[in-house]
C-alpha cells in the first residue's frame, strides 16, 4: 500500500498483512454533537498530510508501551491540532505522556526512556520497538483510519479502536487475576471467552498484541502455557 500526496509524491509505504484482520466493530461508530464540536479544533487533513502512516503507527506503539513520546516540531500552526488529535483517540482508554517541543527545547537527560520523533524520523528508540515486524496490528489500525474517506469518522474508528484494545486488554486482565497457582493462559479459551463476552472473535495476531499491552501498559505479566499448547487448542 502506497500513500501520495497530491502531486503524487510517494510520502510513505506499507507491505500489506493480509494475516491480521481486525476484529469487526462492537462500538459506536457515529459522529455525535460533542465529536462534532470537537472536531472543529483539529483538522484531521492536516494531520493526514503531515505525518507517515508509519510514524503515527509508531505513535500507537508507544502509547501502549507507556512510553514517553516526544515530538520534534517547528511546525507551530500543526501542535495545537495534534495535541487535540491524541487527546481524542486516547479519551476513552489510554494514558499518554508526550510534549511536542521545538529541536532546541530537547534534553536528551531530562525524559527518561522515551521516544522521539521528528517530523518523519525516528530519532531515539532505545528498545528498538519502532520496527516493522513489531507494529503489524498498529500499522493495520492506521490503515483503516487513513482510508476512512471522511477524515472525521477516520477519527472516532482510530479512537474506538484503541478502546477496544484498552477493554479487551482489561478483561484478560481480570483473567489472568482469577487464575489458580501456577495455572496457565490458554489462548482458545482466552478467545472463547472474549466471544462469549463481547461477541467479536479475535485472530493470535490480534491476541497477542493484546497480550503485548496487558504486560507493558497494564504491568501484568501473562502466564503464557507452550506454544505448542496454544497451537493445539486453536484447532
Known amino acids: 500500500m502506497v500513500y501520495v500526496d497530491k502531486n503524487l509524491s510517494v510520502r510513505d509505504s506499507f507491505m500489506a498483512d493480509f494475516q491480521i484482520d481486525l476484529p469487526k466493530s462492537d462500538l459506536k461508530q457515529e459522529i455525535d454533537e460533542d465529536t462534532s464540536i470537537l472536531s472543529q479544533s483539529i483538522d484531521v487533513a ?6 507517515t502512516a508509519s510514524v503515527l503507527a509508531y505513535f500507537l506503539k508507544a502509547i501502549i508501551r507507556r512510553k514517553t513520546i516526544i515530538i520534534i516540531s517547528e511546525k507551530d500552526f500543526l ?17 499518554v505522556n508526550y510534549e511536542i517541543i521545538h529541536l532546541n527545547e530537547y534534553d536528551n ?7 522521539v520523533i521528528q517530523e518523519n524520523e525516528v530519532l531515539k528508540d532505545d528498545d528498538n ?3 516493522s515486524k513489531h507494529i503489524k496490528v498498529e500499522r493495520t489500525i492506521i490503515q483503516t483510519f487513513l482510508n476512512e474517506i471522511d477524515p ?6 482510530l479512537k474506538n479502536e484503541l478502546n477496544r484494545i484498552y477493554q479487551l486488554s482489561g478483561i484478560i486482565v481480570d483473567m489472568i487475576k482469577n487464575l489458580k497457582k501456577n495455572e496457565k493462559l490458554y489462548s482458545k479459551k482466552v478467545i472463547n471467552d472474549i466471544t462469549n463476552i463481547r461477541g467479536i472473535q479475535l485472530q493470535i495476531p490480534y491476541l497477542e498484541h493484546l497480550y503485548e499491552v496487558v504486560e ?4 501484568v505479566e501473562v502466564p503464557r502455557s507452550s506454544n505448542i499448547s496454544n497451537f493445539l ?3
Open 109 to 115: 537527560t531530562h525524559h527518561g526512556n522515551h521516544i
Open 79 to 95: 501542535n495545537e491540532h495534534l495535541s487535540n488529535f491524541i487527546k481524542f483517540i486516547c479519551s476513552e482508554s489510554f494514558n
Open 233 to 235: 487448542g486453536t484447532l
Open 216 to 219: 507493558y501498559y497494564f504491568g
Open 152 to 157: 472525521v469518522m477516520g477519527m472516532i474508528l
Open 129 to 131: 520497538i519502532l520496527t
Open 46 to 51: 492536516l494531520i493526514r498530510m503531515n505525518f
